[in-house]
C-alpha cells in the first residue's frame, strides 16, 4: 500500500508540473531584436491592492490570464512604481524601493515570495544594504533624512544638511559616503555613530558617487560634467576628470549646457564608465584623460545605470526609455529592451542572465537573456523553460505591430504622427499598431477591402466545390474506352505512378473521342476476336446499365397503372368500368413493359441494346396491395367499408342522429402494430402496479377526529 501511494503520488506530481510548465510556456512572452532571445517574466496581468483577499483569490481561480501569467518572485510589485531595486551580497535577497504609499519591501529567493514590508514617511531617494544579508538597510529619503533598519524594523535616523541624491559605503572604515545638492560629499562613520569632516569639490552640486571594489577609490560626479576622485586613506583629492573638455561633446549643437554626470560604474581596477545627461555612455582607463570608446542612445535622455557583465565582456546601459546592451571593446549592439514604462533603475543579478528593471508601473519588470549567461540556482526552471521555447517557437512581441518606412507613411497620409506615441523609431522605419495601420490602409485605399472580399469568397466557393461530387464528363464518341482511361489513370494516381501518358490529355488522339469515324463497333468480329474474353470493368459496367433500365421499366409501369387506374375511376359509369381493386392481367404487364422499353429504346437513340427484353411479372396479390395502399383516399366509402369487414374487422361502432337531425356514424380508427404493442405493455404494467399496491387506510390517519368538523366557526363533531 505504502508503494502504491508513493507512485501515485509521484504520477500525480509529474502531472500536475507538466500542467503548470505548459502554462508558463504560454504566458512566457519572448522578443527577439537583433536575433537575441528575450524572455519577459513579468507578462500578464496585475491585481489592484485594494481589492479584497476573497476577491482575489475569486478572481485567480476564474480568469484565466491571471492563471496563466508568470510571476518569478510573488507579488513582486509595488502599489504605483518602484524607484530602486538591488540584490543583497550573498543572491539570497532582492530589496525593492517604491511608492506610494513609500516604502520597502524584502522578497526571499529561496521561498519565491515576500518576506516583508516596512512603510516610511517619505519617498526613498537611495538605499544600500549594509550586510551580506538584509538585516543591515539605510534609506535615504528625499526630505534629508537618513534612515537606518536592522532585521527587526526601524533603528535610528538622522538627518544630513542637504537634499541627498547618491550614497555608498566604505566596509574597510565604516564610512557612509553621501553626495546631494552641496559641493561637500559628507561622511557618517557608524563604528562612532557621528559625522566626520566632508570631502570638498570643486562643483556646486554631486549627483552620483561610485566606489572601486579593489582599490577603494572614490569617484564623484557633478552637475558640471566633472568627476573627481578621492582617496578614503588621505581623505584628500587625487584626480580630477573633465568629460566636457576631453571630448567633443561640448561642440555638439543638440546640447544648450555642459552634459552633467548621471551614472557612475567600475570594472576592474582601471576600466570606468560614466554616463551622462545627454545620453552618451564614455568608457575611460582611469590612467587616460580621454575615453576609448564613447556610446550614444539617441535618445537625449540621461542614463540613469550602468552595469558590466564579465563573462561575455558587455555593458549594459539604461536611460528612461531603453536598456542597451553593447559590446565593450567596438561598442556593437547586442540586443535592447524596451519597456512600455519609463524605467528608473536596473539591477543585473550576479554571473546571470537575469534582469530586474524599477519602473513607473506597478510590477517590477524581469527579463532573462540566455545570451548573458544561465539562470540563477533558485530558478533554475528557465533553463528548461527557454529550451522548450526554442523548439516550440511562441508568438513575438512585433506581431501585433506594421513596420513602415517613411515612403510608406506618406502614401498613407500619416506622416504627422512622426515623433508621437502611435510610432516608435526602429531602424531605418517606424512600428505603428496593426490596427491604426488596417485603418489608414481602408482610408486610402477604399475599395481594397472589396477586392479581398471578392479574393476570399471565391477560395471558400473553390473549397467547397472541391469536396462535392465531379461527374465524369464522358465525350460523345468512345464513351466506353474514354470511362476505362479514366479509371485507370485514377488507379494510377493512387499508387503513385505517372499519369501523363493517358490520350485524354494528348492532342494528338483528340479526333478520337471527337469524329464518329473512330467509334469502336463492339459487335464487330474482328473486336470479338481481339477481346474474346469480357473484363471485369465489362461485366460490372452492363450489370449497372441492366439494373437502370430495370428501374425505369418498373417507375414506367407504376406510372401507367395509376394513370389507367385515374382514368377509369374518371369515367362515369362504374358497371362497364373495371374495379380499381382488380389487378391487371399478364398479358397487360407484358404489353405495358415492352412498351416502355421500346420507348427507352427510342430516347437511348444511337445506344445499343445489349441485354434481352425482360418482362416484369407481378403477383395478383402483390399489385392489389400497392394499389389499395397508394390510391386508398379515392376509394368510395363503401368500398372500403366493405373491404374492412370481409377482412372481420369491426370498423362502424355506431350509427345515430345529432340533434340536427345529421346522421352521424362513429368509426374504430385501426391501430398500428407498433401502437397495439404499446397499449398492451401499458396493460401489464398496470396489472403489475395493481398486484403490489397497498391501501393507505390504517397508515394515515383522519383528519375529522382529530380536528372535528366545523361550520360557520362552531365545532359540529
Same mark, same amino acid.
Given at each position: 500500500?505504502?508503494? $502504491?501511494?508513493?507512485?501515485? @503520488?509521484?504520477?500525480?506530481?509529474?502531472?500536475?508540473?507538466?500542467?503548470?510548465?505548459?502554462?508558463?510556456?504560454?504566458?512566457?512572452?519572448?522578443?527577439?531584436?537583433?536575433?537575441?532571445?528575450?524572455?519577459?517574466?513579468?507578462?500578464?496581468?496585475?491585481?489592484?491592492?485594494?481589492?479584497?483577499?476573497?476577491?482575489?483569490?475569486? =478572481?485567480? +481561480?476564474?480568469?484565466?490570464?491571471?492563471?496563466?501569467?508568470?510571476?518569478? =518572485?510573488?507579488?513582486?510589485?509595488?502599489?504605483?512604481?518602484?524607484?530602486?531595486?538591488?540584490?543583497?551580497?550573498?543572491?539570497?535577497?532582492?530589496?525593492?524601493?517604491?511608492?506610494?504609499?513609500?516604502?520597502?519591501?524584502?522578497?526571499?529567493?529561496?521561498?519565491?515570495?515576500?518576506?516583508?514590508? #516596512?512603510?516610511?514617511?517619505?519617498?526613498?531617494?537611495?538605499?544600500?544594504?549594509?550586510?551580506?544579508?538584509?538585516?543591515?538597510?539605510?534609506?535615504?529619503?528625499?526630505?534629508?533624512?537618513?534612515?537606518?533598519?536592522?532585521?527587526?524594523?526601524?533603528?535610528?535616523?538622522?538627518?544630513?544638511?542637504?537634499?541627498?541624491?547618491?550614497?555608498?559605503?566604505?566596509?574597510?572604515?565604516?564610512?557612509?559616503?553621501?553626495?546631494?545638492?552641496?559641493?561637500?560629499?559628507?561622511?557618517?562613520?557608524?563604528?562612532?555613530?557621528?559625522?566626520?569632516?566632508?570631502?570638498?569639490?570643486? @562643483?556646486?552640486?554631486?549627483?552620483?558617487?561610485? $566606489?572601486?571594489?579593489?582599490?577603494?577609490?572614490?569617484?564623484?560626479?557633478?552637475?558640471?560634467?566633472?568627476?573627481?576622485?578621492?582617496?578614503?586613506? %588621505?581623505? &584628500? #583629492?587625487?584626480?580630477?576628470?573633465?568629460?566636457?573638455?576631453?571630448?567633443?561633446?561640448?561642440?555638439?549643437?543638440?546640447?544648450?549646457?555642459?552634459?552633467?554626470? !548621471?551614472?557612475?560604474?567600475?570594472?576592474?581596477?582601471?576600466?570606468?564608465?560614466?554616463?551622462?545627461?545627454?545620453?552618451?555612455?564614455?568608457?575611460?582607463?582611469?590612467?587616460?584623460?580621454?575615453?576609448?570608446?564613447?556610446?550614444?542612445?539617441?535618445?537625449?535622455?540621461?542614463?540613469?545605470?550602468?552595469?558590466?557583465?564579465?563573462?561575455?565582456?558587455?555593458?549594459?546601459?539604461?536611460?528612461?526609455?531603453?536598456?542597451?546592451?553593447?559590446?565593450?571593446?567596438?561598442?556593437?549592439?547586442? !540586443?535592447?529592451?524596451?519597456?512600455? &514604462?519609463?524605467?528608473?533603475?536596473?539591477?543585473?543579478?550576479?554571473?546571470?542572465?537575469?534582469?530586474?528593471?524599477?519602473?513607473?508601473?506597478?510590477?517590477?519588470?524581469?527579463?532573462?537573456?540566455?545570451?548573458?549567461?544561465?539562470?540563477?540556482?533558485? %530558478?533554475?526552471?528557465?533553463?528548461?523553460?527557454?529550451?522548450?521555447?526554442?523548439?516550440?517557437?511562441?508568438?513575438?512581441?512585433?506581431?501585433?505591430?506594421?513596420?513602415?518606412?517613411?515612403?510608406?507613411?506618406?502614401?498613407?497620409?500619416? /506622416?504627422?504622427?512622426?515623433?508621437?506615441?502611435?510610432?516608435?523609431?526602429?531602424?531605418?522605419?517606424?512600428?505603428?499598431?496593426?490596427?491604426?495601420?488596417?485603418?489608414?490602409?481602408?482610408?486610402?485605399?477604399?475599395?481594397?477591402?472589396?477586392?479581398?472580399?471578392? /479574393? #476570399?469568397?471565391?477560395?471558400?466557393?473553390?473549397?467547397?466545390?472541391?469536396?462535392?461530387?465531379?461527374?465524369?464528363?464522358?465525350?460523345?464518341?468512345?464513351?466506353?474506352?474514354?470511362?476505362?482511361?479514366?479509371?485507370?489513370?485514377?488507379?494510377?494516381?493512387?499508387?503513385?505512378?505517372?499519369?501523363?501518358?493517358?490520350?485524354?490529355?494528348?492532342? #494528338?488522339?483528340?479526333?478520337?473521342?471527337?469524329?464518329?469515324?473512330?467509334?469502336?463497333?463492339?459487335?464487330?468480329?474482328?473486336?470479338?476476336?481481339?477481346?474474346?474474353?469480357?473484363?471485369?470493368?465489362?461485366? +460490372?459496367?452492363?450489370?449497372?446499365?441492366?439494373?437502370?433500365? $430495370?428501374?425505369?421499366?418498373?417507375?414506367?409501369?407504376?406510372?401507367?397503372?395509376?394513370?389507367?387506374?385515374?382514368?377509369?375511376?374518371? &369515367?362515369?359509369?362504374?358497371?362497364?368500368?373495371? @374495379?380499381?381493386?382488380?389487378?391487371?392481367?399478364?398479358?397487360?404487364?407484358?404489353?405495358?413493359?415492352?412498351?416502355?422499353?421500346?420507348?427507352?429504346?427510342?430516347?437511348?437513340?444511337?445506344?445499343?441494346?445489349?441485354?434481352?427484353?425482360?418482362?416484369?411479372?407481378?403477383?395478383?396479390?402483390?399489385?392489389?396491395?400497392?394499389?389499395?395502399?397508394?390510391?386508398?383516399?379515392?376509394?368510395?366509402?363503401?368500398?372500403?367499408?366493405?373491404? !374492412?369487414?370481409?377482412?372481420?374487422?369491426?370498423?362502424?361502432?355506431?350509427?345515430?342522429?345529432?340533434?340536427?337531425?345529421?346522421?352521424?356514424?362513429?368509426?374504430?380508427?385501426? +391501430?398500428?402494430?407498433?401502437?397495439?404493442?404499446?397499449?398492451?405493455?401499458?396493460?401489464?404494467?398496470?396489472?403489475?402496479?395493481?398486484?403490489?399496491?397497498?391501501?393507505?387506510?390504517?397508515?394515515?390517519?383522519?383528519?375529522?377526529?382529530?380536528?372535528?368538523?366545523?361550520?360557520?366557526?362552531?365545532?359540529? +363533531?
Amino acid at each position: 500500500l505504502g508503494v $502504491l501511494f508513493w507512485s501515485s @503520488s509521484v504520477v500525480y506530481t509529474g502531472i500536475f508540473d507538466w500542467y503548470v510548465f505548459e502554462l508558463l510556456l504560454a504566458a512566457m512572452q519572448v522578443s527577439n531584436p537583433n536575433d537575441v532571445k528575450i524572455y519577459n517574466l513579468s507578462a500578464g496581468k496585475s491585481l489592484p491592492e485594494w481589492i479584497s483577499e476573497r476577491r482575489r483569490r475569486a =478572481l485567480q +481561480k476564474s480568469d484565466v490570464e491571471l492563471q496563466r501569467r508568470i510571476q518569478l =518572485l510573488q507579488d513582486f510589485e509595488m502599489p504605483t512604481a518602484s524607484t530602486r531595486v538591488k540584490v543583497s551580497p550573498d543572491g539570497q535577497y532582492v530589496v525593492a524601493a517604491g511608492t506610494y504609499k513609500p516604502r520597502i519591501r524584502c522578497f526571499d529567493v529561496n521561498q519565491l515570495s515576500m518576506k516583508f514590508e #516596512r512603510c516610511v514617511d517619505a519617498d526613498v531617494q537611495q538605499f544600500e544594504i549594509l550586510s551580506d544579508d538584509y538585516s543591515k538597510i539605510v534609506l535615504m529619503q528625499v526630505n534629508r533624512v537618513i534612515q537606518f533598519h536592522s532585521q527587526n524594523g526601524h533603528y535610528y535616523q538622522t538627518r544630513i544638511p542637504a537634499f541627498g541624491r547618491d550614497m555608498v559605503y566604505h566596509y574597510p572604515s565604516c564610512d557612509l559616503y553621501m553626495v546631494g545638492a552641496s559641493s561637500d560629499v559628507f561622511r557618517l562613520n557608524l563604528e562612532q555613530g557621528c559625522f566626520l569632516s566632508p570631502y570638498a569639490t570643486d @562643483s556646486k552640486s554631486l549627483n552620483v558617487c561610485r $566606489l572601486n571594489p579593489l582599490h577603494q577609490l572614490l569617484a564623484v560626479g557633478s552637475d558640471e560634467g566633472k568627476i573627481e576622485c578621492f582617496d578614503p586613506r %588621505c581623505r &584628500s #583629492r587625487v584626480g580630477l576628470l573633465d568629460i566636457a573638455m576631453a571630448t567633443d561633446l561640448l561642440h555638439t549643437e543638440d546640447l544648450p549646457v555642459l552634459p552633467a554626470v !548621471t551614472a557612475l560604474q567600475f570594472r576592474g581596477a582601471l576600466t570606468m564608465a560614466v554616463g551622462t545627461v545627454s545620453g552618451q555612455v564614455l568608457l575611460y582607463d582611469i590612467r587616460s584623460g580621454k575615453p576609448h570608446l564613447t556610446k550614444d542612445h539617441h535618445y537625449g535622455l540621461p542614463i540613469n545605470s550602468i552595469a558590466f557583465q564579465d563573462n561575455l565582456g558587455v555593458v549594459l546601459s539604461a536611460d528612461s526609455k531603453i536598456v542597451k546592451i553593447w559590446d565593450q571593446n567596438d561598442g556593437s549592439p547586442v !540586443t535592447s529592451i524596451e519597456p512600455q &514604462s519609463d524605467i528608473h533603475d536596473m539591477c543585473v543579478y550576479p554571473k546571470s542572465g537575469l534582469i530586474f528593471v524599477a519602473n513607473e508601473a506597478e510590477k517590477i519588470l524581469s527579463y532573462y537573456i540566455p545570451t548573458l549567461g544561465p539562470a540563477p540556482k533558485w %530558478c533554475s526552471f528557465l533553463d528548461s523553460l527557454t529550451e522548450e521555447l526554442e523548439e516550440n517557437p511562441q508568438q513575438e512581441v512585433y506581431e501585433d505591430y506594421k513596420f513602415v518606412t517613411a515612403k510608406d507613411l506618406e502614401s498613407l497620409g500619416l /506622416s504627422h504622427l512622426v515623433g508621437t506615441n502611435l510610432l516608435r523609431a526602429y531602424m531605418h522605419g517606424y512600428f505603428m499598431d496593426i490596427r491604426l495601420y488596417h485603418k489608414a490602409k481602408s482610408l486610402s485605399d477604399p475599395f481594397a477591402y472589396e477586392e479581398y472580399r471578392k /479574393s #476570399r469568397i471565391q477560395k471558400k466557393l473553390d473549397e467547397e466545390r472541391a469536396n462535392r461530387v465531379r461527374v465524369k464528363k464522358l465525350p460523345k464518341v468512345n464513351k466506353v474506352l474514354a470511362e476505362k482511361l479514366m479509371e485507370s489513370q485514377t488507379q494510377r494516381k493512387s499508387m503513385k505512378k505517372r499519369t501523363d501518358q493517358n490520350p485524354l490529355n494528348d492532342a #494528338r488522339f483528340s479526333e478520337m473521342f471527337t469524329n464518329p469515324n473512330f467509334q469502336v463497333d463492339e459487335e464487330s468480329e474482328e473486336y470479338k476476336l481481339l477481346h474474346p474474353v469480357i473484363s471485369k470493368h465489362e461485366k +460490372k459496367r452492363l450489370q449497372e446499365w441492366e439494373e437502370e433500365q $430495370l428501374a425505369r421499366q418498373a417507375s414506367d409501369l407504376t406510372e401507367e397503372l395509376e394513370g389507367k387506374v385515374s382514368e377509369e375511376e374518371s &369515367s362515369g359509369d362504374e358497371d362497364d368500368v373495371q @374495379s380499381p381493386l382488380q389487378s391487371p392481367t399478364k398479358s397487360e404487364i407484358g404489353s405495358t413493359a415492352q412498351t416502355s422499353k421500346q420507348r427507352h429504346s427510342n430516347r437511348a437513340g444511337a445506344e445499343p441494346v445489349r441485354t434481352k427484353t425482360r418482362l416484369l411479372e407481378l403477383t395478383d396479390g402483390v399489385v392489389a396491395g400497392s394499389l389499395r395502399s397508394s390510391n386508398t383516399s379515392k376509394v368510395a366509402l363503401g368500398e372500403r367499408l366493405k373491404e !374492412t369487414a370481409d377482412e372481420g374487422s369491426e370498423v362502424v361502432l355506431g350509427v345515430g342522429e345529432s340533434l340536427s337531425g345529421n346522421k352521424t356514424a362513429v368509426f374504430r380508427v385501426k +391501430k398500428t402494430a407498433k401502437e397495439g404493442e404499446y397499449q398492451r405493455k401499458l396493460r401489464e404494467h398496470r396489472e403489475e402496479r395493481r398486484k403490489f399496491r397497498r391501501s393507505a387506510a390504517g397508515v394515515a390517519p383522519d383528519r375529522r377526529k382529530i380536528h372535528g368538523i366545523f361550520w360557520r366557526g362552531r365545532r359540529i +363533531k
